[in-house]
């Protein structure tokens, strides 16, 4: 090989492995995989705001909002519909644990002063949007 041809080869070599490193790198050089979030507590899971994120808990129908999944912790994660949604058979799936990922979102309640203070608040919660978030059973 001429010395020239050897030259273009590694610098052909170094621009291919840049190449291949930086998406390996992400933005910022972050994972892109979701946290656990599983054990988290309320402050925490409100830094997680927005982010991707994993949960294990038992599932049930029976929450005040919709679906929800109950964490160890006493935490709960909501499943919320934005629109028309079919739960097919995620009732088979009632009071057995489960494995959730999506974008953890949260809602707040209205201000309680702004309305009639006989009338109950709803409380404020943590949720994943039912259309996008992944929802399976773990086996044991």
């Known amino acids: 090989m001429t010395a020239c041809a050897s030259k273009r080869f590694r610098t ?3 621009v291919f492995w840049v190449a291949l490193a930086i998406p390996a790198a992400g933005c910022g050089g972050r994972s ?3 946290v656990d979030a599983t054990t988290a507590s309320s402050e925490e899971l409100h830094r997680l705001v927005g982010k991707q994120i994993t ?3 038992k599932f049930s129908l029976r929450g005040k909002f919709g679906p929800f999944i109950l964490l160890s912790n ?10 028309s949604f079919a739960w097919g058979k995620t009732s088979e799936m009632e009071g057995k644990l489960v494995k959730a990922t999506g974008t953890l979102n949260f809602f707040q309640s209205p201000d309680s002063k702004s309305v ?12 994943f949007e039912a259309e996008t978030a992944e929802l399976q059973p773990i086996s044991h």
């Open 55 to 57: 949960i294990q808990g």
């Open 12 to 14: 052909f070599a170094a």
């Open 32 to 34: 892109s995989r979701p």
């Open 74 to 83: 006493d935490q709960i994660v909501y499943l919320v519909p934005k629109g």
């Open 116 to 127: 009639n203070p006989a009338m109950a608040r709803a409380v404020d919660y943590f949720y």
